[in-house]
């Protein structure tokens, strides 16, 4: 049976510690790191509870050979991996599932008026008199 696999950064608050790992599924494993279920982990005596970076891989053995690629990484060019994906460092994936888009629905609404009313100004007016 072939198994989905998922490489994910996880972060403290202060985004000081980095910690990367490998499972099969995202939303159950971070449940467990932010409710330290496993004692005396790393990620538990960092308080790494912040998922901030995230692969998906069909494949469970790619994304275990991802995870040993990554691991060999210094701290510089994990620090772009994740810039590209997530400048901002937000948490992008919880115990309840991937955060698709931090935007306030209010705001979404405004932006998406402002495109539509742009929208409407590049399309030349009809002045034909048929």
Known sequence: MNRIGYVYIMTNKNRTTLYIGVTNNLCRRIYEHKNHLIKNAFTAKYNLEYCIYFEEFQYFDLAIQREKELKKWNRQKKEALINKKNPEWKEIATEKGIVQNNTPYTQQVK??????????????PDDRKD
Not at 111 to 124: A, D, F, G, S
Request: aromatic content about 0%.
């Open 111 to 124: 932006e998406l008026m402002n495109e539509l009313l742009n929208q409407t100004k590049q399309i030349p």
